[in-house]
C-alpha cells in the first residue's frame, strides 16, 4: 500500500501481478491477505476499510465507520472477521460477510434504555437516561443531532411502519413524537401520571399505545388525543405493550406476574396469562399473530397462545432477568436480553440457537431484529448500542437446530433403522 493510493501486488521476483488496486481516495496506510490468500484488506486515510480479490476488483462496499484515518487493519484466523484501528481513537471489528461492525455505537452518556430498526432496515434510533433520542445509519453514525425535549430520561422509543415518526416515552410522564431531523411534532403527549416504560405504533401508523407505572395503558391518536379509553385492569405497572400485526389487539405485560391481551376498546380478552414466577418486564407477538412471547424478572422466556395456553417449556439459560425479547421476521426465532449482559437466540421450542452473544459490559436493556432478520440491535446500560451480524451461523449452529428438531421424531427413536438414520442418530448424539 503507498501514498499514492493504490495497492500492488507482486510475485517473490518482483513482477507486478495484475494492476494497481485503484479505489481509496487517500493513502493507503495498511494490508492484510486472508488466511486463505483469496482476499486482500486494505486501511487508509479516507477513513474506510476495502476487500480485494486478487484481481483486483472491490468486494462489496467499502466499511465505514470510523472518523479518522484509518491506520491498521488485521483479519481474524477463520477469516470470518476484520479489526481496523483508526485515529478517530477506536478499534472496529466487522463481519466480513456482511460489513457490519460489532463495535458499541458509542456517543451515549448514560444508559440505552431502547433501540428499535426504521421498516427498511438503513437505520436505528436509540432512546438513553440520557433525555436524548438518536437517529444512526447501520455503520454507527448519527444522521442528525440527538432528538432533545423530553426533561428526564427515556425508556422506550418506536418507529412507525412508514418510517417517518419516532415515538418516544419516559420518566416525564410524556409521549412525544418527532420527525427523522429531530423536530418534535405537536406538543407532548400528557395523560399518564407516572414513568411511562413502552410505547408502540400500531400497524396502519395511525395510533400510539402507551404504558406505564400508573398502571395505565392508554391509546393516542397522532395529535395526542385519547382514544376510546383507558386501561386499567388487574395489572399493576405495565412494563410493556404490543400491537398484533392487524392491529385489533394489544399484549402488555407488568408488575403482576401475567400477560394479558386487550382489545381497542380497552377491555380485557380473556384471562390473563399466568405461568411467570416475577414480573413481566417484555412481551411481542409473532408475525403471523398466532404467538405471544413473554421474558421475565424470574429469568425464562415463555411462549404462549391466543388463550393463554402456555407453547412448550419455560426457556432456560439466562442467569439473571430478563429484559427485552422479540420474534425475528419470519417468526421462527426469539432473541432475549438480559441483566447477565447476555443476549441469546433461540428456536421455537426454546432450544438455544449457537452461543449466548457477549460484549456488553452491563445489563441489555432492548433487543431489536433488523426487518431483513440479519442483525440484531441491542442497548445497554454500559451506554452503548450494539449491532451484531447473525446470518454467519456456522455449520455447527446449524447442525444443532436441526438435531434439536429431530428429537421428538421417529427417525431418531425407532428401533429399525436405516444406515442413514443410524448415521444422523450418532451425529446427533453430542447434542
Not at 444508559?111 to 454507527?140: E, M, N, Y
Not at 432475549?336 to 449466548?356: E, H
Not at 444443532?400 to 436405516?418: A, V, Y
Request: charged share 20%; glycine share 10%; hydrophobic share 30%.
Amino acid at each position: 500500500g503507498s501514498w499514492d493510493k493504490t495497492l500492488r501486488l507482486w510475485d517473490l521476483a518482483g513482477n507486478p501481478i495484475a494492476q494497481p488496486l485503484r479505489g481509496h481516495t487517500g493513502s493507503v496506510s495498511s494490508v492484510a491477505i486472508s488466511p486463505d490468500g483469496k482476499t486482500i484488506i486494505s486501511g487508509s486515510n479516507d477513513n474506510t476499510v476495502w476487500l480485494w480479490d486478487l484481481q483486483g476488483n472491490p468486494i462489496a462496499q467499502p466499511f465505514k465507520g470510523h472518523e479518522r484515518f484509518v491506520t491498521s487493519v488485521a483479519i481474524s484466523p477463520d477469516g470470518k472477521n476484520v479489526v481496523s484501528g483508526s485515529k478517530d481513537s477506536t478499534v472496529r471489528l466487522w463481519d466480513l460477510k456482511s460489513s457490519l461492525t460489532y463495535q458499541p455505537i458509542q456517543k451515549h452518556e448514560q444508559s440505552v434504555t431502547s433501540v428499535a430498526f426504521s421498516p427498511d432496515g438503513r437505520h436505528l434510533i436509540s432512546g438513553c437516561f440520557d433525555r436524548k433520542v438518536r437517529l444512526w445509519d447501520r455503520q454507527g453514525n448519527l444522521v442528525t443531532s440527538p432528538f432533545q425535549g423530553h426533561n428526564l430520561g427515556i425508556w422506550s422509543v418506536a418507529f412507525s411502519p412508514d418510517g417517518q415518526t419516532i415515538a418516544s416515552g419516559g420518566d416525564d410522564q410524556t409521549v412525544r413524537l418527532w420527525d427523522l431531523k429531530g423536530n418534535p411534532i405537536g406538543q407532548p403527549f400528557q395523560g399518564h401520571e407516572s414513568i411511562i416504560y413502552s410505547v408502540a405504533f400500531s400497524p396502519d401508523g395511525k395510533t400510539i399505545a402507551s404504558g406505564g407505572n400508573d398502571k395505565k395503558i392508554l391509546l393516542w391518536d397522532l395529535k395526542g388525543n385519547l382514544i376510546s379509553q383507558l386501561f386499567q385492569g388487574e395489572q399493576k405497572e405495565v412494563y410493556s405493550v404490543a400491537f398484533s400485526p392487524d392491529g385489533q389487539t394489544i399484549a402488555s405485560g407488568g408488575n403482576d406476574q401475567t400477560v394479558q391481551l386487550w382489545d381497542l376498546k380497552g377491555n380485557p380478552i380473556g384471562q390473563p396469562f399466568r405461568g411467570h414466577q416475577d414480573s413481566v418486564t417484555s412481551v411481542a407477538i409473532s408475525p403471523d399473530g398466532k404467538t405471544i412471547a413473554s421474558g421475565s424478572n424470574d429469568q425464562t422466556v415463555r411462549l404462549w397462545d391466543l388463550k393463554g395456553n402456555p407453547i412448550g417449556k419455560p426457556f432456560k439459560g439466562h442467569e439473571e432477568r430478563i429484559l427485552s425479547v422479540a420474534f425475528s421476521p419470519d417468526g421462527e426465532t426469539i432473541v432475549s436480553s438480559s441483566k447477565d449482559k447476555t443476549l441469546r437466540l433461540w428456536d421455537f421450542k426454546g432450544k438455544p440457537i449457537g452461543k449466548p452473544i457477549r460484549g456488553h459490559e452491563a445489563d441489555v436493556w432492548s433487543v431489536a431484529f433488523s426487518p431483513d432478520g440479519k442483525s440484531v440491535a441491542s442497548g445497554s446500560r454500559d451506554y452503548t448500542m450494539r449491532l451484531w451480524p447473525i446470518s454467519d451461523t456456522s455449520w455447527e449452529d446449524w447442525l444443532e437446530i436441526g438435531c434439536n428438531r429431530l428429537q421428538e421424531n421417529s427417525i431418531l427413536t425407532k428401533l429399525e433403522t436405516d444406515d442413514t438414520t443410524k448415521a444422523a442418530s450418532k451425529i446427533c448424539q453430542k447434542f
